[in-house]
């Protein structure tokens, strides 16, 4: 479609007090006069009957192109709209009339100016067009892992009528679970050990027509993307030689579910490598498979154990993080060694008892228990006796003295570590394939082949083998975890249609791992499903834009498949970036990110955000009505400029506001662009980021903040004040931080003048 085929039509609101506040006649003037549009029409409201009246004159008018200049566009519903018409929605509510005084010359200024920068926007969007492969894309589900977590991921999606495939690399599915001897409480009283389970549940993904199982078998290779992940099954050498391939397929989304290994703190131990000091993990499948518990040295009945919580409450560095389940572990298995014989004593030593939720009823349950002694303590020293068994001398406990204690056996808390890729080899391998394309030398291209080979293999990236050019498994966040987002959508991963679930994603038990493993079924279904419709997924979730590619105009510097949060670009020998479009998360960092501008969606480009900044009235210095660009990102800071005039905080009448869809999508010739326009000072604002709040596309926040550097030094050239670029971070709950924000800025702006470029 374009321009000339297009009409566009404005809607200019007058409830909520905006006729009070504001010319309504100037403003349709802007939009007659100005921009000459065909249909403008003031309504007395933009939300329920006066929406459906708006729907009703768009379809009557034949509208293409529509503004709406009234409420948030956070206030509408994604499907208020008719699919085949383009909306834009200008909020002179939140954002001028009630942070700004109503009848003043600026308010005026400021909603005219928001008119003119959203008509400007309107009129270069192009209608979405979804991607649509050559290929049908494929709806199966890929489960990784056959423990407790894959098993029900894997069932659950078959009972929502999709076919999976299930890979488990030992012979025998249940992992750890089929281990146990037995199980937490799950039911009313919370008091009781419970059987796992684990049998039933095999016997019924076995036994389901929907799933097809692989045992003894690994993903070789995966390579695609949601929809058209093609996988090759390879041998886990139990029965077949290693590395061999089994079978090709293609599914649609990946559930990892690899589980976790057992920490082993006794290394760090002066006595760790002692006779009869063992893992839970140890002690459980003792029980699980004798029926009772004998020391491994002698095959002597125990009679009491000493049970070491924290990495042995020892003094040492503690743990990162707490593995979830230990505590309740060694609750657990003192009710073993109790149930056995009612004579046995158990001593459980502790940093901090943990039993979330229901689960203290089962602490207390142990706590009633007269053969159950607890106690919060140090352990200072654990040597052999006379009788071969152990004296333990524990510090500092709540009993407030030192005490003494002789026990047949020591069991440790083995915390829990993520079966998935070692973070440091998957960044190292991702730096390889870039100096194997781009080294400085011949030499240096071969020294980079030669270590991706060898990474391939290399324990820590055996995981998923992604072929991505960041490398072959997901990334990992502080603790190895492969999740994606502490806050914000923790469900997710950095790659498009795999998700992490169970014990892999984070520390959890049986219980919980059902519960987290339905959650990744539903997603990987929610990803087929909006996949084959072009739609994006979380967080820009439904939108059908995608990017596309100027080929003939790249320079193959590589800085978008570098920089790409979500790993959608490969690249070829050359370093040519290759799309994998269903992979984006339309984030458009990879638009900031080109230096040649040669990436753009439909609906969100470049040029596009450099018309709306130009849009803008800029008045003369004479006028002393300074101007300031504020680049908000529309998950957090958009928000919070809501909230902010929701609360009516006072705002400033010299910004104008342009949300974009990441401050990591920035392009720098924004900057250039505000400045040439007269703009005298630019305030980027965006999400928090770094590992306790991330940026909602994980780097963008983090990447501003290196292109604001780089933009100032352009200033630098232009032989501007550097102070006239601000970067903000803010949570959207942080609000009111914004009314000191703009006030200071705009005291900076008198301080040190108006943008010497005005007026030329």
Not at 176 to 181: N, R, V
Not at 428 to 441: E, N, P
Request: proline fraction near 5%; glycine fraction near 10%.
């Amino acid at each position: 479609m374009t321009e000339s085929e297009d009409k566009i039509g404005v809607f200019i609101c007058t409830g909520y007090g905006l006729a009070e506040a504001l010319d309504i006649d100037a403003l349709c003037a802007v939009a007659t006069d100005e921009f000459k549009v065909p249909f403008c029409k003031t309504v007395d409201s933009c939300e329920g009957p006066g929406l459906d009246a708006i729907n009703a004159d768009i379809s009557a008018e034949g509208l293409t192109k529509v503004v709406i200049a009234g409420i948030s566009p956070r206030r509408y519903a994604d499907n208020a709209f008719p699919d085949d018409v383009i909306v834009e929605m200008v909020g002179l509510r939140e954002q001028v009339i009630w942070v700004l005084p109503p009848g003043e010359e600026d308010t005026q200024m400021a909603a005219e100016d928001y008119l003119r920068m959203y008509l400007t926007k309107v009129r270069e969007m192009l209608p979405l067009v979804p991607f649509d492969p050559e290929v049908e894309l494929d709806r199966t589900i890929l489960v990784v892992g056959g423990g407790i977590a894959g098993l029900t991921a894997a069932r659950e999606a078959a009972e929502s009528g999709f076919q999976v495939r299930l890979v488990e690399k030992s012979d025998q599915l249940g992992g750890w679970l089929a281990k146990q001897h037995r199980s937490f409480p799950t039911r009313p009283p919370y008091r009781d050990l419970e059987e796992t389970g684990i049998g039933e549940l095999i016997e019924a993904v076995e036994a389901h027509s929907g799933i097809t199982v692989h045992t003894a078998a690994t993903t070789g290779e995966i390579v695609g993307a949601p929809g058209l992940f093609d996988v090759t099954l390879t041998s886990s050498g139990n029965g077949k030689p290693a590395g061999e391939t089994l079978e090709q397929f293609r599914v649609g989304a990946i559930i990892q579910a690899t589980g976790w290994k057992p920490n082993d703190p006794r290394g760090d131990l002066s006595w760790g490598d002692l006779d009869d000091v063992i893992l839970n993990v140890d002690l459980e499948a003792m029980v699980k498979e004798e029926g009772k518990i004998t020391r491994p040295s002698d095959g002597k009945e125990v009679k009491s154990i000493a049970f070491l919580q924290c990495g042995g409450c020892v003094g040492l560095e503690p743990p990162a993080y707490c593995s979830s389940i230990c505590c309740m572990t060694s609750l657990k298995q003192a009710m073993y060694l109790r149930e056995g014989d009612e004579d046995a004593k158990a001593f459980i030593f502790y940093e901090f008892m943990r039993t979330p939720g229901l689960y203290e009823e089962f602490y207390r349950k142990a706590q009633d228990d007269p053969g159950i002694f607890l106690t919060r303590g140090e352990i200072s020293e654990v040597t052999r006796n006379g009788s071969g068994n152990f004296t333990l001398r524990a510090r500092d406990t709540m009993l407030g003295e030192d005490i003494e204690v002789q026990v047949d056996l020591v069991v440790m808390a083995a915390g829990m570590a993520p079966n998935a890729a070692d973070g440091e080899a998957i960044r190292t391998l991702g730096d390889a394939r870039v100096t194997m394309v781009d080294g400085d030398s011949e030499q240096k291209k071969e020294e980079a082949a030669q270590l991706v080979e060898d990474l391939k293999h290399h324990e820590g990236t055996e995981i998923l083998n992604l072929v991505y050019r960041q490398g072959p498994d997901l990334p990992a966040l502080e603790y190895g975890f492969p999740d994606s987002h502490f806050i914000c959508f923790p469900y997710e991963s950095r790659r498009t249609g795999i998700y992490p679930t169970g014990a892999v994603r984070e520390p959890v038990d049986g219980a919980g791992s059902i519960d987290d493993a339905t959650g990744a079924a539903l997603k990987a279904i929610q990803c087929i499903e909006m996949t084959s419709r072009g739609e994006a997924l979380h967080p820009r979730a439904g939108d059908r834009s995608y990017p596309e590619f100027q080929m003939s105009r790249c320079t193959k510097c590589k800085r978008c498949t570098e920089e790409c949060p979500f790993g959608m670009l490969n690249e070829d020998v050359e370093g040519t970036p290759l799309l994998q479009e269903t992979r984006c998360r339309r984030c458009g960092i990879c638009l900031g990110a080109c230096p040649e501008r040669i990436i753009s969606f439909r609906d969100y480009s470049v040029h596009m955000i450099g018309s709306m900044i130009k849009a803008v009235n800029v008045p003369d210095e004479w006028d002393e009505k300074p101007r300031v660009l504020v680049l908000a990102c529309e998950n957090d800071a958009f928000p919070a400029l809501d909230l902010m005039g929701e609360h009516r905080l006072k705002g400033s009448p010299w910004i104008r506001v342009v949300p974009i869809r990441c401050l990591g999508s920035m392009n720098n010739v924004w900057i250039t662009d505000a400045m040439s326009a007269g703009y005298d000072g630019v305030i980027l604002l965006g999400c928090k980021y770094g590992d306790d709040y991330q940026c909602h596309f994980i780097t963008g926040s983090e990447l501003a903040s290196v292109r604001q550097k780089n933009a100032r030094e352009k200033l630098e050239q232009m032989a501007m004040d550097l102070e006239r670029i601000e970067l903000h971070e803010l949570a959207i709950d942080e609000f009111r931080q914004l009314p000191g924000i703009f006030e200071k800025f705009d005291e900076l702006i008198e301080e040190i003048g108006y943008n010497p470029f005005k007026g030329m």
